[in-house]
């Protein structure tokens, strides 16, 4: 099974990306986390990112705030995808963090999910993941119908309350 690799900007990031370990960790498929600077640190994002296909990794996951450019950096150094994370906070809020991540050029996309969307950055991951993987994509598939049974049994609930 190929890896995710996820990024942080900052280890400050840490509290949002944990939701992606969490999900990570639920489907069984294997990660690496690292903490990286796409300002500070940008000759180790482009060799550990441009080395990543051939580290067996399939998707990566960039987390970064401010008007971090750190999904950017990632997938201008590979031909993997790129999924961003924009993390709130900050005088913006996020939201620099949002447009710097989801306004990219034309030959570079960064798929970008809500501000501190780690877990669903994950879900995608692991669904990209599973274009390749029978039992990935019969996890997600379960994990789907877990959800619609849950909200069914609370919608019951509620209808028995009325």
Partial sequence: MKKVAVIMGSDSDLPVVEKAFGVLKEYGVPFEARVMSAHRTPAEVSSFVGSARENGFGVIIACAGMAAHLAGVCAAATTLPVIGVPVKGGMLDGLDALLSTVQMPTGIPVATVAMNGAA???????????????????????????????????????????
């Fill in 120 to 162: 669903n950055a994950a879900i995608l991951a692991v669904e990209i993941l599973a274009l390749s993987d029978d039992s990935l994509a019969a996890a997600l598939a379960a994990s789907r119908k877990a959800g619609a049974e849950k909200v069914m049994a609370k919608d019951a609930a509620l209808q028995e309350k009325l």
